[in-house]
């Protein structure tokens, strides 16, 4: 019988994910934006040794050019495993997601690297619902042979650049009583309106987002401003004390839900490979109503006023204030400008003394 199953990061660890690489009989198939978890590449390369087919997808690089998987790229193919850089279509690969032996489906907010499995607040989805399996099998497919994928309005599951924006939309439209919302970034305007709509017919909704200093400069003013519009209208935000929030998570009127990979960003929407999933099983609910309700309790509001926005963008990040038109008092601005002018004194004169050391470190 098919049913659908959560894993919980950092609860659950990475010890699921393994154990279910380790039962591949026939095929393997990954789809990764991150792939450099040590463990994790160990048990794909035990299935290869196996004699289970193994064909990986990666994407070649985040948008600074940065190519953290080139050296999980070099062990596979060492092990004589097909690894080919995700489509070029896509800006970005951000799709998280295997096939065991086309029988088995996951669909994940995690990246395969250390800090998802120990570190934050992660989701994955396992299916074993054919249509949902063969969905995923038929974009790996199309991606793999550089084909377009159509997933269509009435496919099963979440994709970008497809279904992707209508899907979340209306599953936030249909709600009715409360939304819980987990997710790394509020920049996409459609979203943000449906939010602030479905608040004013009386949903009750919490947001948690992470602190604005994790925001790119480049996205501050739109990032910001997201946080800020749901503030204004009453809509709750807060962040997570213990863990970093990495997760993608709708939970609405604890009968349904949302997991996968997208950020609520245009460029998530429209842009890049993404997928999720929308689940209804009770089990599954279950947890994740625990788990929205571990979280919120261990969490603190956003400050998002002008001077909260200064203090953690300013001394708790790599600045940027000035793009957000901030009303800041002046002895504020030169109390932080005399802590900058002292941190970069600190700075120099360490320099000094460690040049030496560093360019010794930078030569390996």
Not at 16 to 40: C, G, H, N, Q, Y
Not at 301 to 321: M, R, T, V, W
Request: glycine letters at 4%.
């Amino acid at each position: 019988m098919s049913h659908r199953s959560i894993i919980i990061l950092p609860d659950d660890t990475g010890k699921p994910i393994i154990d279910a690489i380790e039962s591949a009989k026939k095929s393997l198939r990954i789809k990764m934006f991150l792939f450099t978890d040590v463990d994790l590449i160990n048990a794909v390369v035990a299935a290869k040794n196996r004699g289970v087919d193994v064909r990986v997808m990666l994407n070649p690089a985040r948008r600074n050019g940065e190519e953290e998987n080139e050296e999980t790229r070099r062990i596979l193919e060492n092990a004589n495993i097909e690894v080919r850089d995700s489509n070029p279509f896509f800006a970005l690969t951000h799709e998280k997601s295997m096939v065991i032996d086309e029988k088995i489906a996951f669909i994940k907010s995690l990246n395969w690297e250390r800090k998802n499995l120990l570190e934050t607040r992660d989701y994955a989805i396992t299916t074993t619902k054919h249509y949902e399996v063969e969905e995923i099998i038929a974009c790996f497919e199309a991606d793999w042979n550089r084909q377009n994928f159509d997933c269509g309005e009435n496919a099963h599951l979440i994709w970008s650049n497809g279904n992707s924006r209508s899907r979340i939309a209306r599953f936030i439209d249909e709600t009715q009583h409360t939304l819980f919302v987990q997710n790394e970034r509020f920049q996409d305007m459609v979203i943000i309106e449906r939010l602030i709509r479905a608040m004013r017919r009386g949903v009750k909704i919490h947001v948690m987002a992470r602190a604005p200093h994790s925001l790119k400069k480049d996205k501050l003013i739109e990032g910001v401003g997201g946080l800020r519009i749901m503030d204004d209208v009453g809509i709750k935000i807060h962040k997570l004390k213990h863990y970093k929030l990495h997760g993608k998570m709708f939970l609405a009127d604890g009968c349904r839900a949302i997991i996968g990979s997208i950020n609520l960003t245009q460029g998530s929407f429209d842009d890049r490979r993404e997928l999720a999933i929308e689940v209804h099983d009770d089990d599954v609910i279950e947890r994740l109503e625990r788990i929205a309700h571990h979280d919120w309790k261990n969490s603190h509001p956003l400050d998002l006023s002008d001077e909260g926005l200064f203090d953690d963008l300013e001394f708790h990040g790599e600045g940027g204030s000035e793009k957000l038109a901030l009303n800041i008092d002046e002895e504020k601005i030169k109390k932080h400008l005399d802590h900058e002018h002292s941190h970069d004194h600190e700075h120099h004169h360490n320099h000094d003394h460690t040049d030496s050391h560093t360019d010794d470190h930078e030569s390996h």
